[in-house]
T-cell receptor, first 113, second 116 residues
Framework: AQSVTQLDSHVSVSEGTPVLLRCNYSSSYSPSLFWYVQHPNKGLQLLLKYTSAATLVKGINGFEAEFKKSETSFHLTKPSAHMSDAAEYFCVVSKAAGNKLTFGGGTRVLVKP | GAVVSQHPSWVICKSGTSVKIECRSLDFQATTMFWYRQFPKQSLMLMATSNEGSKATYEQGVEKDKFLINHASLTLSTLTVTSAHPEDSSFYIC????????????FGSGTRLTVV
């Protein structure tokens, strides 16, 4: 079985300040981990993915995430938030061999000017 | 890049009628497609997984006779909500995975269904 916990349901940051979205996972095998972003009434866009290669993963739009096996974490960060980063973010886990995705509860990011 | 087109983007229907949602992979062959449901301000819940040419596998608690899934070709999967009721109102999202895109899941833009 696999599960994902996003530790914050809402995160509020000021434009230009760092963003940290926390994610912990539980998996009985070596997982693949993803971060997706969803803007209102839209589908999901892949930000980045970890698939047992480098533990520090760089994604699009300046986001990056670090896989820490000892902490079972995969936190998402960005050094400087933009207004366009306001959206819902999902941490997702799947089996290393692919197939079914399990979603975290989501973190809604608000960016203040 | 891989593109998945989902249609319609929104639909309003009367209670008791059926609604069909289409999910097409435009530039790759989708051997596996997934259908999700998302309630307001909540996460995505997997409803079913469909492989081309075979019956869909439904998640526990999802009524297969109510949510009919057809994956007749490598580029098209459909979800039909039969005898829709107001509680079926939700945001439905499809996702497709191709044979050569390991860990590559491409999502459609979603369909907002409102049953009145």
């Amino acid at each position: 079985a696999q599960s994902v916990t996003q530790l914050d349901s809402h995160v509020s940051v000021s434009e230009g300040t760092p963003v940290l979205l926390r994610c912990n996972y539980s998996s009985s095998y070596s997982p693949s981990l993803f971060w997706y972003v969803q803007h209102p009434n839209k589908g999901l866009q892949l930000l980045l993915k970890y698939t047992s290669a480098a533990t520090l993963v760089k994604g699009i739009n300046g986001f990056e995430a670090e896989f820490k096996k000892s902490e079972t974490s995969f936190h998402l960060t960005k050094p400087s938030a933009h207004m366009s980063d306001a959206a819902e973010y999902f941490c997702v886990v799947s089996k290393a061999a692919g197939n079914k995705l399990t979603f975290g509860g989501g973190t809604r990011v608000l960016v203040k000017p | 890049g891989a593109v998945v087109s989902q249609h319609p983007s929104w639909v309003i229907c009367k209670s008791g009628t059926s609604v069909k949602i289409e999910c097409r992979s435009l530039d790759f062959q989708a051997t596996t497609m997934f259908w999700y449901r998302q309630f307001p301000k909540q996460s995505l819940m997997l409803m079913a997984t469909s492989n081309e040419g075979s019956k869909a596998t439904y998640e526990q608690g999802v009524e297969k006779d109510k949510f009919l899934i057809n994956h007749a070709s490598l580029t098209l999967s459909t979800l039909t909500v039969t005898s829709a009721h107001p509680e079926d109102s939700s945001f439905y999202i499809c996702s497709a995975r191709g044979p050569g895109t390991e860990y590559g899941y491409t999502f459609g833009s979603g369909t907002r269904l409102t049953v009145v």
